[in-house]
C-alpha cells in the first residue's frame, strides 16, 4: 500500500486570493487590500477586491470540490474579516462566512483544514508596527482564540502560518510583496522572532481552546534539493544543503528551511544561523524558546521545486548547473519531481513529523478551448511526475499524510495578478464562470484509486 487508507487528498486556496468581498459585510482592510492601490507593484494593475468572489460563490465551489472527488480542503481565514482591527471587536458576519463554509464541506464529506494566516495582516496592525511589534505575538494569540472557539467544534486540523519565508522574506526583506518594504537584516530577524512567538501561542491556544481533539501544524517553505545521483556522498550533499543556513546575509535572508523550523521542533535556532547573524540576532527573552517549541501534530511544507546536487573533488556541496532547455512551468519555475520524493524524506528524518505537502502544483497558460472545455495536459504530466516521488516517498517509509494540489481555482497571484493560473478549476474573472480543468478530472481518479494509477 503506497499511500495510507485515510490519505487526504486535497486541494488548496487562501483567502485574499479567492474570497473577493475586499470591503463587504465589516471586513477591516489588510495590507494586500492597501498594497494593490500602490501603482506598478501588481501585473495590469489588478487587485484582490472580487477575485473569484468565493464569498458569494463558496457553495458553489464547494460542490465543484465535491464533483471532483477531493477530499479534503484547505482554506485560510482573512484575519481583518474576524477582527476588523486585528484586535478587540469581533466580526460576527465573517466569522458567519467561515462556519458556514465548514458547515458546507463537512455536509458534502469534505474534510475542512483551517489556515489561520495566508499574508492578509491586518493593516490597522501594520500601522502599529506590524511584526516589528513586540505585543505581536499577542495579537495573533487573540485571533486564533476567537478562531478555534467558533470552529473548532467542527474543524479537527490547524494550521498556524503560511510560508513565513515569503511574507517576511518577499514583504519585508525584498520587498515585492504587501507591505512592499526593504528593511534592514535585525529589523527581519526581529520580525522572525516575534513570528516563531506568535506561531508558538497560537499552537498554546488552539490547545486550550479546542472543543474537540485537533491536530496542530505549520505549514513553511523552501527549495528542497535533490541529489545528482544515489551515491551517498551526493545525498548527503543534498541533505546539508537544505538544511544550511545561506552563507552571506545578501539577498533573500530568510528563504531557507532551518531558521524557521528548527526552533518549532528543536527549540533553538541553527548554529550556522546564529554564527552569520552575529550581533543582528533578535533578542531572545527567557522562556521564548518554549514558547516557540510547543508541541505539533504535523508538518506541512509547500514544495514546488529544487536544485540538484552532489559532492564536489573537494567534499563540498555543489548545486549542478541546469542544462539548456530545462523544463519549466509558464511562471520560469523550474520542474522538478525528485522534490517531492527527497525533500518530505529529509524533512521527515530531521523533524520526525507526519508530513502533509500543504501546496504543490504550477502555472500553464489555460486557455478556453474550441470544444468549451479546458485542455491542460502539461499539468497533468506535472502532477503525475511529482506524485509518482511522493509515492515512493511513502512506499519507502516517510510518514505523508496528505497531499494539497495548489490550486482549487485560478485566483489572484499576488504580484503577478490574474497573468498566472495554478487552479484545477478555469475561472473566467470577466463571468466569474468556472470550469473543470482536464486535470481536475484526472486528478478524481487518483482520488478515487488513492494513488494506484500513478
Known amino acids: 500500500m503506497a499511500f ?72 485560510s481565514i482573512c484575519w481583518p474579516r474576524i477582527l476588523p482591527n486585528g ?54 494569540e487573540e485571533y486564533a482564540a476567537v478562531v478555534t472557539d467558533q470552529l473548532s467544534d467542527r474543524v479537527k486540523y490547524f494550521i498556524t502560518f503560511n510560508e513565513p519565508q515569503c511574507f517576511i522574506g518577499l514583504g519585508h526583506v525584498v520587498g515585492v510583496h504587501a507591505p512592499g518594504l526593504q528593511q534592514s537584516v535585525a529589523d527581519t530577524l526581529q520580525m522572525a522572532h516575534h513570528v516563531l512567538l506568535a506561531h508558538g501561542r497560537a499552537v498554546k491556544t488552539i490547545r486550550q481552546h479546542a472543543k474537540q481533539d485537533v491536530k496542530v501544524g505549520y505549514a513553511p517553505t523552501a527549495s528542497m534539493h535533490y541529489p545528482a545521483t544515489n551515491g551517498p556522498e551526493d545525498i548527503e550533499a543534498a541533505r546539508k544543503s537544505i538544511f544550511q543556513m545561506p552563507k552571506t546575509m545578501e539577498g533573500n535572508w530568510a528563504w531557507n528551511v532551518s531558521w524557521w523550523s528548527d526552533p518549532v521542533f528543536f527549540g533553538k535556532y541553527p548554529e550556522d544561523g546564529v554564527q552569520l547573524f552575529g550581533e543582528l540576532m533578535p533578542k531572545i527573552k527567557e522562556g521564548d524558546m518554549e514558547i516557540i517549541s510547543q508541541p505539533l501534530d504535523f508538518l506541512g511544507q509547500n514544495i514546488y521545486n529544487g536544485m540538484q546536487v552532489r559532492q564536489d573533488e573537494n567534499g563540498q556541496i555543489e548545486f549542478v548547473k541546469r542544462y539548456d532547455g530545462f523544463p519549466k512551468t509558464a511562471l520560469n519555475w523550474p520542474i522538478t519531481p525528485e522534490t517531492l520524493y527527497w525533500g518530505p ?48 516517498a511513502s512506499t519507502d517509509g516517510v510518514d505523508i499524510a496528505g497531499y494539497f494540489q495548489w490550486s482549487f481555482t485560478d485566483n489572484f497571484e499576488w504580484h503577478s495578478g490574474y497573468e498566472d493560473r495554478f487552479g484545477l478549476v478555469f475561472v473566467d474573472y470577466n463571468t466569474q464562470e468556472r470550469i473543470i480543468k482536464d486535470s481536475g478530472y484526472w486528478y478524481k481518479k487518483v482520488i478515487e484509486t488513492n494513488g494506484e494509477i500513478l
Open 4 to 75: 495510507k487508507d485515510d490519505f487526504a487528498w486535497g486541494v488548496a486556496t487562501s483567502s485574499y486570493q479567492i474570497e473577493g468581498a475586499a470591503y463587504s459585510d465589516g471586513k477591516g482592510l489588510s495590507i494586500w487590500d492597501m498594497y494593490c492601490k500602490q501603482p506598478n507593484k501588481i501585473y495590469g494593475g489588478q487587485n484582490g477586491d472580487v477575485a473569484c468572489d468565493h464569498y458569494h460563490k463558496y457553495k458553489e465551489d464547494v460542490q465543484l470540490m465535491k464533483k471532483m472527488g477531493i477530499k479534503a480542503y484547505r482554506f
Open 345 to 392: 524524506k529529509f524533512l521527515y528524518e530531521r523533524y520526525k513529523k507526519p508530513i502533509y505537502i500543504t501546496e504543490n502544483g504550477l502555472s500553464c497558460h489555460d486557455v478556453v478551448s474550441l470544444d468549451g472545455k479546458v485542455h491542460d495536459p502539461n499539468r497533468i504530466d506535472f502532477l503525475h511526475r511529482y506524485l509518482v516521488e511522493l509515492k515512493r
Open 87 to 140: 484586535i478587540g471587536e469581533v466580526n460576527k458576519q465573517g466569522l458567519e462566512f467561515y462556519s458556514n463554509l465548514v458547515d458546507e464541506l463537512l455536509k458534502n464529506d469534505i474534510e475542512p483544514y483551517v489556515t489561520l494566516f495566508h499574508w492578509d495582516f491586518p493593516y490597522e496592525l501594520y500601522k502599529r508596527g506590524g511584526w516589528m511589534n513586540p505585543d505581536s505575538p499577542l495579537w495573533f
